[in-house]
């Protein structure tokens, strides 16, 4: 992801039927509500973040990469009353050392070899009134560790080459995959500064953990695809459910964009469609299916059915809804005839 990034997010709206808090197709911002419908896990979190929304109590984020901790600090920050204000996002790993310090606390004009001239605004400043999120915090300096608390216990900035001290006021969101209590204790992080932003501390689970994968697939395939219901083999379902997902959120839409890039129109996603990665799980559910491993769980694609179809449901809903109840334009949309449509959506109609 980029390092440095800094914009204004408009206010939160209503949540709509069918979308997940992860989905990328929509352009309404996601807030803290959209994460109570899914995972158990995830909405246990959510409602223990709302509870110090609008607070100055910092949020701690823990997860394995690629399990969506940014997109749970943006959300965290539009659930709050900050949330027309700048959300500033550093990552910490992806700054070079020797400019992170500028950056964050930007700098005179003349204060070093290179400046710019009319010096620059660093993040803190930028985050001044709205949320700093600092991702991979477990990553950053010693050295810059220690000026770091000091801003946090005084509120205040002093930008390289400045003698002038600037208030800051912003709240605080920082996200590691790093345990940081070792780090702690091997002496690479410091302890004043881990107990300043473990105010409140939450870990997001990783995908293989969680029992929203279904709707999830369902809901990104649809994005990609404009719209379109995208049909999907039992065995896919199967490969979905073992596959590990080191690569977490971020793996997961990878693969599936690239898989919807390949797809021919109305083509169902088949085994011979996925990367060879996905694919090494086949000896596994073959020796499941054969009786080979015992007390294996139960496959995803035997319990997928009548879940994945509530949520073809709520999206030919959706989609009609955002075409004004236009039954022909959103049956165009989501790539099916129009009776299917009538027929999908009689048995909700009232």
């Not at 969506?68 to 992806?94: I, M, Q, T, Y």
């Not at 009776?339 to 109609?349: F, G, S």
Request: charged share 25%; proline share 7%; glycine share 10%.
């Amino acid at each position: 992801m980029p390092y440095l990034e800094h914009h204004t997010v408009p206010p939160p709206a209503a949540p709509r039927t069918g979308e997940t808090a992860w989905s990328s197709g929509s352009s309404r911002p996601r807030t803290l509500d959209d994460f109570l419908g899914g995972d158990a896990q995830l909405a246990a979190i959510a409602r223990r973040a709302l509870r110090i929304v609008g607070k100055d109590i910092p949020l701690l984020i823990e997860g394995e990469t690629g399990t969506g901790k940014e997109l749970f600090a943006r959300a965290f920050h539009r659930s709050g009353p900050r949330f027309d204000k700048p959300f500033v996002a550093v990552n910490c790993a992806a700054i070079p050392e020797g400019l992170i310090e500028s950056e964050l606390f930007g700098y005179e004009e003349g204060a070093f070899s290179g400046a710019r001239r009319r010096g620059h605004v660093g993040k803190l400043l930028q985050a001044n009134g709205g949320t700093l999120f600092l991702d991979e915090i477990g990553d950053m300096p010693l050295a810059l560790q220690a000026r770091l608390l000091r801003v946090l216990q005084e509120r205040e900035v002093t930008p390289l080459g400045s003698n002038r001290v600037l208030p800051v006021d912003f709240s605080l969101v920082c996200a590691t995959h790093r345990a940081l209590p070792e780090a702690v204790a091997a002496g690479r992080f410091r302890s004043d500064l881990y107990y300043r932003i473990n105010g409140v501390r939450l870990a997001l689970p990783p995908l293989r953990e969680r029992s929203d994968l279904v709707p999830l697939v369902a809901q990104l395939l649809a994005d990609e695809a404009g719209g379109h219901v995208v049909a999907v083999a039992p065995a896919v379902w199967q490969v979905f459910g073992r596959y590990r997902w080191p690569g977490n959120l971020r793996q997961l839409h990878g693969v599936l964009r690239t898989l919807c890039a390949l797809l021919e129109p109305g083509e169902t996603l088949q085994l011979s469609h996925l990367p060879e990665e996905l694919l090494e799980v086949m000896p596994e559910i073959d020796a499941e299916e054969t009786g080979g491993v015992e007390e294996a769980p139960p496959s995803l694609a035997a319990a997928h059915g009548e879940r994945l179809a509530e949520v073809e449901l709520q999206l030919m809903r959706r989609v009609l809804a955002d075409c004004n109840g236009n039954v022909s334009a959103a049956a165009r949309r989501l790539g099916v005839s129009r009776n299917t449509l009538y027929r999908r959506l009689k048995p909700v109609r009232r």
